[in-house]
């Protein structure tokens, strides 16, 4: 069965050592494990890349993924896509039930060369848990298990996008301060804070940016509160708790703002998700 014992799962020495997706000869490999009260784990003592692009999905808890130039957080009803060759390193936080589905994109070839995260339904959650729980050496084009490959491909293709962080300057004062926001989910300083604490001008830190991200801060900004809220309004807070959290100065700023990027309010944009999501 595809299950990592825990104790090499939670030693990432021996993970690298016995674990590899593409020394398994097919096109679909499926991991699933469950880790409980353990505050925060990274599965690889590096970061590393794997010929097959991977699935990062989470029944409870939290995944955040590291990348060259950001971060990635993957909660629940969410799936993160992984090319192959793009160099990653995984930290579980919280009590987390953990799957992975690893694909040999030269096989399925309309999977996308970016990363990408994606809000999913109840039956593409059923489909990776089914196929989590299939052994390694499955024959994916014949049977069930080909029709819950083909069913996988296309939920991911027709899923609800969601917009990532956007890329971090390579200024380690900034990057390794905003960083800390990100994985604790919170909302990023303004401009003026931000450059008290790196004890630079505020023209260094827009200089950081326009060169790292090609966004001015207060540009960048909106980036963040944009996922933030697309994050948040898949849970059950208040549309008014959601714009206090994201230091709008009313409940209509915020939605002038959703509307201004997504082209629809908040409370229809939740109530779609609610509906895709059922379905």
């Known amino acids: ?50 010929a097959k692009g991977q699935l990062v999905y989470v029944l409870s808890g939290a995944a955040i993924v590291i990348l060259k130039d950001r971060i990635c957080t993957v909660l629940p009803r969410q799936l993160l896509w992984i090319p192959g060759g793009v160099s990653h390193n995984v930290i579980l936080r919280d009590n987390v039930d953990f799957r992975a589905v690893y694909l040999d994109q030269k096989r399925f070839a309309s999977l996308s060369e970016s990363v990408e995260v994606f809000t999913i339904s109840s039956l593409l959650e059923e ?41 971090l300057p390579y200024d380690s004062r ?19 804070e931000l450059a008290s604490h790196c004890a630079a001008s505020e023209r260094t830190i827009h200089r950081l940016f326009v060169q790292g991200t090609g966004m001015c801060y207060q540009q960048w900004r909106q980036q963040v509160r944009l996922r933030l809220a697309l994050e948040l309004l898949t849970s059950d807070k208040p549309i008014t708790e959601i714009a206090h959290y994201l230091e709008f100065s009313t409940t209509s700023a915020f939605i002038s703002f959703f509307k201004h990027h997504r082209d629809i309010t908040p409370k229809k944009y939740r109530d779609q998700l609610h509906k895709n999501l059922a379905g």
């Open 174 to 192: 900034v990057r390794n301060y905003l960083e800390c926001y990100h994985l604790k989910g919170e909302m990023v300083p303004r401009l003026n």
């Open 1 to 50: 069965m595809p299950e990592i014992p825990k104790s090499i799962f939670v030693n990432s020495d021996l993970l690298n050592e016995h674990f590899d997706p593409d020394a398994i000869d097919t096109p679909i490999v499926s991991i699933y494990a469950t880790f409980a009260h353990e505050k925060e784990h990274s599965l690889r003592s590096r970061m590393h890349s794997h």
């Open 127 to 167: 489909v990776i848990e089914a196929m989590c729980h299939t052994p390694f050496h499955t024959d994916w084009m014949a049977g069930m298990e080909f029709h819950l490959q083909s069913l996988l491909i296309d939920k991911i293709r027709t899923a609800a996008y969601i917009p990532s962080w956007p890329a």
